[in-house]
């Protein structure tokens, strides 16, 4: 039996609202998200699994919720109500807070205290196989997949079509040379998907709470912050420029061969996905081309 103490009740409360939920952008799995109005007059954000792949990553998110809200975890909004199967969850609607891709040095700060506190939490997931990074983005090394012709080619015409840029094969050689004498941790708690639209900000109380816990793994600490940097960086805040210690060359070798393998694997349709996977190789490129030999 669920011990869990909820605020709200999903069939009573939650349920009869669904119909009217305004529906938010959907994120990267099939899942029915927005925010639905309640007879006490407060508003609550709902996630509803659509398929088995996305009800394993929701029963993931809620058990992510219920640890760390009972741990007393500070840096996410409180979950307030889960259904039978634990297949759709309510949380805090995070009204006013700010999402936008605009970064400070507080609001790095207040993210870079959220990834302190959620790092002193390891020990509450690192037994439980749900929470390893091999189930969710893996721990290999991409590089070799892109020797392949074919997925170097269709990578290739994606980033041409969207960044004006190719991967030539030579670089791919030296970074999976790169590669070979560098292993992903898996010693550190990461949230692993750290970027704006994850993170609702307060300017007046120079904090926030992070969202969309599917990814939450026993994880890289460096992969983690590349990640975060990446994202920081394209919105246009030198992260890099103003905390130079926070350039970690394989990491960032390691993030541009994951984007690089997801469009070389991908339809080649220019979503805006795709757009945005384009982008943050375009990035990685441009750092490394400008600190290190490995794209001569």
């Not at 920081?232 to 210690?245: E, T």
Request: hydrophobic share 40%.
């Amino acid at each position: 039996m669920d011990k869990f103490v909820y605020y709200y009740d999903w069939q009573a409360d939650i349920a009869p609202r669904i119909p009217g939920l305004q529906q938010a952008d959907q994120g990267f799995t099939a899942a029915y998200t927005g925010l639905i109005n309640l007879l006490d007059g407060s508003q609550v954000f709902v996630k509803c699994a659509m398929d088995e792949n996305s009800a394993h990553w929701t029963r993931k998110e809620i058990k992510a919720y219920k640890i760390l809200q009972e741990a007393g975890y500070d840096y996410m909004p409180r979950l307030l109500a889960v259904n039978a199967d634990e297949t759709a969850f309510a949380i805090q609607a995070m009204l006013g807070y700010d999402f936008t891709p605009s970064w400070s040095d507080d609001k790095l700060h207040a993210i870079m205290r959220a990834r302190k506190d959620l790092k002193a939490l390891r020990y509450l997931f690192e037994a439980d196989t749900d929470f390893s990074m091999r189930k969710v983005v893996g721990v290999q090394n991409r590089w070799p997949e892109l020797h392949s012709e074919t997925v170097l080619s269709r990578a290739n015409d994606v980033l041409m079509r969207s960044q004006g840029i190719t991967v030539t094969p030579a670089m791919v050689a030296r970074c999976n040379e790169l590669m070979q004498v560098w292993h992903v941790r898996q010693d550190t708690l990461v949230h692993d998907d750290l970027r704006a639209d994850n993170f609702a900000y307060d300017p007046q109380t120079r904090t926030g709470k992070l969202i969309d816990w599917t990814w939450l793994c026993v994880g890289d600490d460096a992969l983690d912050i590349a990640s975060l940097c990446v994202s920081v960086a394209r919105s246009g805040y030198d992260v890099y420029d103003k905390y130079p210690s926070l350039f970690d060359e394989q990491a960032i070798v390691s993030t541009l061969g994951y984007w690089l393998e997801v469009l070389g694997t991908s339809d080649g349709q220019l979503t805006d996905v795709r757009q945005s996977q384009a982008a943050n190789v375009r990035f990685c490129y441009d750092l490394l081309a400008t600190r290190t030999q490995l794209t001569v």
